[in-house]
């Protein structure tokens, strides 16, 4: 008989808003994608579609990292995590105001995840204070 695996995962609000952050960028980028799928006229790819897969990969790289600062425990390893948060949120929010210059309908959407991230970092200052 083989022994369950525990996938317990917490239920931090900060967890939860990270998943949130996520699922909105990979909305946002796939509403983007569309519109930079075409080829410029002179046959090359346009530069913003890199800054759509940015947001994803920054905002699927925060809730791993929570987890691993949560589990550690020392306090300079918690600190890594948290050093590593901070980088992601900070990019993650220079990658929006970089798309929100762009010609775009999905534009319009990034201001929501800039709003999600300001809540974010409230959350993670509260957080650090915790751990």
Known sequence: MLPKAHTHFPQTAIYKKAQEIFALSRNISQYFIHDFSALNEDGTEQEHIYFTGDIVQQSVSLAPQILKAEQQAFSESKEKHIASITRLTNALYRNC???????????????????????FRK???NWMLTL
């Open 123 to 125: 959350l993670q200052r």
């Open 97 to 119: 105001e970089r798309l929100e210059r762009t010609h775009s309908n999905g534009k319009d959407f990034l201001p929501i995840l800039r709003k999600e991230l300001k809540k």
